[in-house]
C-alpha cells in the first residue's frame, strides 16, 4: 500500500520536472514531505573531521537555493548538499532544460546554474544556524555541503571562488567546488592540474580557517587524467574529491523519447563510469583524501559496493527524484541486509 509520499511522489511526475521539482521544493520547506526514523547506529559514519547519522547524502542539485535545508535533513538524509550557487543571481539555460527519461532512470540536465546568487543564498541558511559560547555558529541538523560554481558571463574562478569561500565557510560543514557540471561554458576547463593548482592556492591563501574543501570532478575525462588531478588536490590542501558529475556521455542503451537532449545525464546510465572512475581514483588516493561517490547508485547493495572500493560516503539525485523520500528507508533497510550477510557490523569498521 503506497503511503502518502509515494502517492505524492507518483502525481509530481505527471507534472512538468520544473514545476514538479518546484512543488516538492516548497512542500520538504514547510515540512509536508514526512520525517524520517532514526538512523541505526550501525550506519554512523566518519569522515571530514565530521560524524554522519548515515553515509547518503544529497547532491547538490536538488536545493540550489538552500530553500528547504531543514526540511530534507528530517527526511533521513545523513548530510544534504545545497547549491551549486554562484557569485550574481542568474537564471540559467531557456526552458525546458530538464527531462526524465523514465524507462532509464536517468534525468538529463541543462539547468546552467539558476541560482539566486550568493547573498540570497546566505540569507536563506541564516535561520538554520545560531551563536555558540565562541561566537561562532553551528549547524542545527545533519553535516551542510555548500556546492559553489561561477556565473556564465563575467566570471574570474582565481577571484571568484575564494570569495565565495568566504561567504559560506561559517555555514558550512564542507565545501564544494563545482568544476565539472557540462552546462556552463569553460567550467571543466578549470579541471585541469595547472588551473586547479592556482585555484587551490587562492583558496588557501585567503581562508586558511575554512572548513573542509572538496572538488567534484566529471566522470567524462580520460583515465589517465585522474592520477595528476588527484596529485594536485592533493598538493593543493584539498580534503576530498566528489566522484562524479553528470556526463554527455549517451549510452546506447537509453530508450527515452529525450535521450538525444543536450545537457548532463544521471541515474542508472551513470552508474558503471561512476564505479570505474571510484575504483580507478580510490586505487592512487591511498585513503589520502576523502571520497565521495555518486551516480545510478539505486540500493543498498550499490552503496556497501562503493564504501568498499573506498568511498567514505555516497550521494544520490535521480534515485530521490524517481521514488521520493521512500527511497531512503530502502535504502538504509537494503544496507543494514548486505551489511549483516557479510558479517559486517558497523560501517565504521570498514577501512577507512
Known amino acids: 500500500m503506497l ?19 518546484e512543488i516538492a521544493i516548497h512542500s520538504i520547506a514547510y515540512g509536508l514531505a514526512g520525517h524520517g526514523k532514526a538512523d541505526h547506529s550501525a550506519l554512523k559514519t566518519h569522515a571530514l573531521g565530521l560524524t554522519f547519522p548515515n553515509p547518503i547524502g544529497l547532491a547538490a542539485g536538488f536545493d540550489k537555493n538552500a530553500r528547504a535545508v531543514r526540511g530534507l535533513a528530517k527526511l533521513g538524509f545523513g548530510y544534504i548538499e545545497t547549491g551549486t550557487v554562484t557569485p550574481r543571481p542568474q537564471p540559467g539555460n531557456p526552458k525546458p532544460r530538464l527531462f526524465r527519461l523514465i524507462d532509464d532512470h536517468a534525468i538529463i540536465n541543462r539547468m546552467g546554474f539558476n541560482s539566486c546568487g550568493i547573498d540570497r543564498f ?3 541558511l541564516t535561520p538554520l544556524f545560531r551563536p555558540n559560547k565562541e561566537g561562532h555558529v553551528q549547524a542545527a541538523s545533519v553535516p551542510l555541503g555548500i556546492n559553489l560554481g561561477i556565473n556564465k558571463t563575467g566570471a574570474d574562478p582565481l577571484t571568484d571562488y575564494p570569495a565565495l569561500v568566504g561567504r559560506v565557510k561559517s555555514y558550512a560543514d564542507y565545501i564544494t567546488i563545482n568544476l565539472s557540471s557540462p552546462n556552463t561554458p569553460g567550467l571543466r576547463d578549470l579541471q585541469a592540474v595547472d588551473m586547479l593548482s592556482r585555484l587551490l592556492e587562492a583558496i588557501q591563501t585567503a581562508h586558511p580557517d575554512r572548513p573542509a574543501l572538496l572538488i567534484k570532478l566529471a566522470p567524462d575525462l580520460e583515465d589517465e587524467a585522474y592520477g595528476p588531478i588527484l596529485q594536485a588536490a592533493i598538493d593543493g590542501g584539498a580534503d576530498g574529491l566528489i566522484l562524479t558529475n553528470t556526463t554527455l556521455a549517451r549510452p ?16 542508472a546510465p551513470l552508474a558503471t563510469r561512476a564505479r570505474d572512475v571510484l575504483r580507478l581514483v580510490a586505487n592512487l588516493n591511498e585513503r589520502r583524501l576523502c571520497l565521495i561517490s555518486s551516480g545510478g547508485i539505486e540500493s543498498g547493495r550499490d552503496i556497501l559496493d562503493r564504501l568498499k572500493m573506498g568511498a567514505n560516503l555516497v550521494q544520490i539525485y535521480t534515485a530521490f527524484i524517481y521514488e521520493g523520500p ?7 533497510q537494503e544496507l543494514l541486509q548486505e551489511m549483516s550477510r557479510e558479517g559486517i557490523r558497523n560501517l565504521a569498521s570498514l577501512p577507512r
Do not use: F, M, Y
Not at 4 to 21: F, K
Not at 252 to 267: D, F, I, N, V, Y
Not at 326 to 332: E, F, M, P, S
Open 122 to 124: 546566505c540569507q536563506n
Open 3 to 21: 503511503d502518502l509520499g509515494q502517492i505524492a511522489t507518483q502525481l509530481l511526475r505527471r507534472l512538468d520536472p520544473e514545476t514538479a521539482h
Open 326 to 332: 521512500a527511497v531512503l528507508t530502502r535504502l538504509k
Open 252 to 267: 546506447e542503451s537509453l530508450t527515452g523519447p529525450h535521450r538525444t537532449e543536450a545537457g548532463g545525464l544521471s541515474g
